[in-house]
């Protein structure tokens, strides 16, 4: 016998379901979500905790021609089981398989493309005033949680929806968590109306007598609505947003499918901007992911029995190796301040918040405010560290350039994720830091090759006296021995490893072990090539690399950026400012474009950024053009100083 999940292909077929059997649904959901996450990793108690609310909205809205916008888009695993993407769910998050967030190439339903957070109400916004526009009536509805209600975009979203008064409602899908327990004076507020639910019921009782009196009854009533509107700041729920425009609706049981459905179809007929506010649980229908709903926001594989996560014997993250190095030396500085933007798990800042409670500072989903107010502690004698994944610090350009590098202020930028981040996709790449950051005039950007390089850099940052920023990549490190000793890396100075005749690689970041590693395997087709650890994107190590330009004319740069501004591109502008216009080069990086999901290793095949890649890129190079004119004859080469070769460690 069929499943009721199997029944549905689409939104229509969802609708023939009896509403009685509309919580057996949602168990059979679960169930495939448990099922898949388990296999595939992805959101999962992000995911569990909508279940029914998803089921809802497509019972009453009707998709696609009614919008439907999901913010960050990490939740929407039901929307796509229900949506005609149950068969290929199982390829959730992997290569050429079905996305983890919405993708408007895979499908109608999916509104618009997101992942990261606070767009949702802007976007509605925009929908509902380009309907109005074509005087069509469909309903356009954000679903927004109330971490992600924090980002400063979502309240420019309301702020200006509540002025334009366009029909659009807006579902705030409270679970009181961001990824870990939500902060600010937002959750504080949204708690307070939580807490406050004695009150309505309390309310709707004295009315109910007052309307039972004969003749006065009524009276009573509204002398009674007088006075609350007196004291509503104090005890209505939602006041807040109702001073922003919008008719609150709420608290009302995110669980609870009839109670949901009743009220989607009283709002549906409503005009002007909506808040409902909708309580879940996050992990919903899974105790364990229920009980550590933190844990299970992303996760990787697991066991379903027991909970646990399938993880593989690996060497200690960039992550970890960050988050112990920054809390040793905050241990010798007292100056060190630890900010995120809601990653404190993420980006290892969790360590530093345990030993410095009162140097650390969780600010919410508010990638903007984390960097001006880094900005302004600087200004104040601290040393913030200001520790992101590079994907979110682009929300926070202006706030680099205009809060700290303009005044040169010390902040030092720890950014997790740079380069490829594998199943999250195009929206969470980090792949464009080096591009944005490298035009920014005092600001330093260095990236490791290994872990232990990763706690100088960390230590050369803090030394620094302007802005500062580490980039490394997301997961396990290469597995080097780790120095005790902290050393302040000398200001632009690169490291050769290797020494040939034929080729330069310039390799950056977690690059240079494949760039080396390809050395070898050329070395077998007789080309012999130096290998170079750039450390500094910027300042770049110009002295080294023009000698050896002059010395072998030909370079390869290597970088997991995109090309468009990169580290390659860096070395191409010094090239042609010093007039080294004859010197070969070959860039290896991401071209113009956005890259998909799926595991980092194929993608780094893909990409020829694994050593394979290299190697073969290079000896096509080396095809294509008799290797001895390789090099620029025309200029006298100067020695390089026997000290640049150092042994290979
Ligand atoms: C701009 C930005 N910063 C950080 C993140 C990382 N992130 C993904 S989901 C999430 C928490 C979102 O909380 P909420 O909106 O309440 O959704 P929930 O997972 O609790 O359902 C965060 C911080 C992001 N996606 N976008």
Redesign the pocket.
Known sequence: MSTLLERINNPDDLKQIPRYDLPKLAEEIREVIINTVSKTGG?L??NL??VELTIAIHYVFNAPVDKIIW??G??TYTHKLLTGRRERFHTLRQYQGISGFPKRDESIYDTFNT????TSISVALALAKSRDVRCEDNSVIAV??????T?GLAFEGLNNGGALNSDMIVIL???E???SP?VGALSVHLNRILTGQLFNKMRSEVEMIFKAIPRIGNQMVRFAERVEEAIKGIFVPGRLFEDLGFKYVGPIDGHNIPHLLDTFNSVKKLKGPILIHVVTK?GKGYPPAEKEADSF?GTPPFDIKTGNFIKKETPPSYTDIFSKTLVEIAREDERIIGIT???AD?TGLDRFATEFPHRFYDVG?A?QHAVTFAGGMALEGFKPVVAI?ST?LQ?AYDQILHDVCIMNLPVTFAIDRAGLVGEDGPTHQGLFDISYLRSLPNMVVMAPKDENELRHMLRTALDYHGPAAVRYPRGSGVGVPIDKKLISIEMGIAEVLRDGKDVVILAIGNTVYPALESAVQLELDGINATVINARFIKPLDTDLIGKLAKKIGFIVTIEENVLQGGFGSAVLEYLSESGLTDVRVKRIGIPDEFVAHGSPQIIRKNYGLDEGGISRIIREVFESRPLRKMGVSSRPSREIPHNHFPDIR
């Open positions: 959101h108690a992000s905790g909508v913010d960050v990490h939740q992942g990261h957070s606070g927004i949680g109330d971490g992600s209600m980002a899908n409270d679970n968590m961001s990824i939500n996050k926001h933007a809601a990653m993420g989903i990638e994944y979110f929300r």
